[in-house]
C-alpha cells in the first residue's frame, strides 16, 4: 500500500514515521516553493536599498532550523533544486548583514537614534506582512520571527493574516501589502 502526501515541514509527521515500526517512507524535495514576495510598486519597498536592507535583515537559515526544523532547505533562488535551470546562488548573498542594513538605509535617505526605528520625513519604516490565516500555521511563526529580525535593525513590521479568500483576491492582486508570504508551485517548464 502507497500514500502521497503533500506535508508542511512544521508537522512532526516525519519523526513519527520514522519511529513507526514496519513503515518504510520518503520526503523527497517538492515543487512547492515557499516564499517572501516584497511588493516592489509601494513604497518604501520600490526603492531597492529598501528592499536590500531588508534581505540583510532577515535570517532565513534561522527561520528554517526554528520554525521549519532544518526539514527542508533554504533555497537561494526561487526555482525548486530540482529544476535543471534551478540558479543556486542568487539569493546566496543575502546573509545578516546589520552594518549592510544601516548603510543601505542611510544612502536611502533614513536615519536611526538608538534602537528605535529608522525614519524618514519624520515616518518610521514601517511594513506590513499579510499571509493567509489558517492556511499554514507555520506562517505566523515565521512571521513573527521576522518581525523580530527586522525589529532589531530599526524595522518595523505589522502581521496582518487575512482569509485566503481575500488575499488572493483582493490585497495580493491589488499590491495592498508590503511583505506577502505563500506558495508558488513550480512547473517542469521554466517560464
Same mark, same amino acid.
Given at each position: 500500500e502507497a500514500d502521497v502526501a503533500l506535508i508542511t515541514a512544521d508537522t512532526n509527521l516525519t519523526q513519527e514515521l520514522s519511529q513507526t515500526p514496519d513503515v518504510k517512507f520518503a520526503a523527497p524535495p517538492g515543487a512547492l516553493v515557499e516564499m517572501l514576495a516584497m511588493n516592489t510598486d509601494r513604497a %518604501?519597498?520600490?526603492?531597492?536599498?529598501?528592499?536590500?536592507?531588508?534581505?540583510?535583515? =532577515?535570517?532565513?537559515?534561522? =527561520?528554517?532550523?526554528?520554525? +521549519?526544523?532544518? #526539514?527542508? /532547505?533554504? @533555497? #537561494?533562488?526561487?526555482?525548486? /533544486? &530540482? *529544476? /535543471?535551470?534551478?540558479?543556486? &546562488?542568487?539569493?546566496?548573498r543575502y546573509a545578516p548583514d546589520p552594518a549592510r542594513v544601516a548603510k543601505l538605509l542611510t544612502a536611502a535617505g533614513y536615519s536611526?537614534? $538608538?534602537?528605535? +526605528?529608522? #525614519?524618514?520625513?519624520?515616518? %518610521? @519604516?514601517? +511594513?506590513?506582512?499579510?499571509?493567509?490565516?489558517?492556511?499554514? /500555521?507555520?506562517? &505566523?511563526?515565521?512571521? *513573527?520571527?521576522?518581525?523580530? *529580525?527586522?525589529?532589531? #535593525? $530599526? =524595522? $518595523?513590521? *505589522?502581521i496582518q493574516l487575512i482569509p485566503p479568500e481575500v488575499l488572493y483576491?483582493?490585497?495580493? %492582486?491589488? $499590491? !495592498?501589502? !508590503? +511583505?506577502g508570504e505563500w506558495s508558488e508551485l513550480t512547473g517542469n517548464e521554466p517560464a
Open positions: %518604501p519597498l520600490d526603492d531597492v536599498r529598501v528592499r536590500q536592507a531588508v534581505a540583510y535583515a =532577515i535570517d532565513r537559515k534561522m =527561520i528554517a532550523k526554528v520554525v +521549519l526544523k532544518d #526539514q527542508v /532547505p533554504v @533555497l #537561494q533562488s526561487s526555482m525548486v /533544486p &530540482t *529544476q /535543471p535551470v534551478n540558479d543556486s &546562488t542568487a539569493f546566496a536611526r537614534s $538608538g534602537k528605535g +526605528l529608522w #525614519q524618514r520625513d519624520g515616518k %518610521p @519604516l514601517m +511594513l506590513e506582512y499579510v499571509a493567509a490565516a489558517g492556511s499554514y /500555521p507555520f506562517r &505566523t511563526r515565521v512571521g *513573527q520571527l521576522m518581525q523580530q *529580525q527586522l525589529a532589531e #535593525q $530599526g =524595522i $518595523g513590521m *505589522q483576491s483582493e490585497v495580493a %492582486p491589488k $499590491g !495592498h501589502y !508590503h +511583505l
